[in-house]
T-cell receptor, first 114, second 111 residues
Framework: NAGVTQTPKFQVLKTGQSMTLQCAQDMNHEYMSWYRQDPGMGLRLIHYSVGAGITDQGEVPNGYNVSRSTTEDFPLRLLSAAPSQTSVYFC?????????????FGEGSWLTVV | KNQVEQSPQSLIILEGKNCTLQCNYTVSPFSNLRWYKQDTGRGPVSLTIMTFSENTKSNGRYTATLDADTKQSSLHITASQLSDSASYICVVSFNFNKFYFGSGTKLNVKP
């Protein structure tokens, strides 16, 4: 049982390049989400999904796209990277419908845009 | 505006000592409050989850308290160990899978 797996761990991009951060979970969780963590700030929600085929925007969605074709996978796409997107990105998953459910986080992806 | 404020921002204590971290929130309506531990370079890991009807929840040397009337929570760490050095994040939920994260308290336990 691997939990939540994120790849890559580290990535350097040039401004304007595109890339996809991968996230997979093997716990059959309905709810998956992407956060970014910047120094001195709490985690901020980028996009989330309550099930396969359903996605919605979070607090800071601009510059990012997501899709949820399967329960297991929830990739985050940066279409045209900007220096402001330099951050640490965390994918998370949890069961849906119960407010007391544990959120499981991946190990993070460190992204630098130069 | 829904907010979660944590204090102090950082804290240094000696190994073996106790400490208390604070979390104040304005999230409403309130569903549950969680404390997470985040080691440097790792993802957050859950310590406790409390609903509005719970006043206290323990997980080993970690004890969380909640006062839903004053919208305050604390995390008390007993007999600190070097491995407790980490950031501690308060997370407040106000409805189905909607969470607000505090910016964390960075704890440094020194030998």
């Amino acid at each position: 049982n691997a939990g939540v797996t994120q790849t890559p761990k580290f990535q350097v991009l040039k401004t304007g390049q595109s890339m996809t951060l991968q996230c997979a979970q093997d716990m059959n969780h309905e709810y998956m989400s992407w956060y970014r963590q910047d120094p001195g700030m709490g985690l901020r929600l980028i996009h989330y999904s309550v099930g396969a085929g359903i996605t919605d925007q979070g607090e800071v969605p601009n510059g990012y796209n997501v899709s949820r074709s399967t329960t297991e996978d929830f990739p985050l796409r940066l279409l045209s990277a900007a220096p402001s997107q330099t951050s640490v990105y965390f994918c998370a998953s949890s069961t849906g419908g119960n407010s007391g459910n544990t959120i499981y986080f991946g190990e993070g992806s460190w992204l630098t845009v130069v | 505006k829904n907010q979660v404020e944590q204090s102090p921002q950082s804290l240094i204590i000696l190994e073996g000592k106790n400490c208390t971290l604070q979390c104040n929130y304005t999230v409403s309506p309130f569903s549950n409050l969680r404390w997470y531990k985040q080691d440097t370079g790792r993802g957050p890991v859950s310590l406790t989850i409390m609903t509005f009807s719970e006043n206290t929840k323990s997980n080993g040397r970690y004890t969380a308290t909640l006062d839903a009337d004053t919208k305050q929570s604390s995390l008390h760490i007993t007999a600190s160990q070097l491995s407790d050095s980490a950031s501690y994040i308060c997370v407040v939920s106000f409805n189905f899978n909607k969470f607000y994260f505090g910016s964390g308290t960075k704890l440094n336990v020194k030998p």
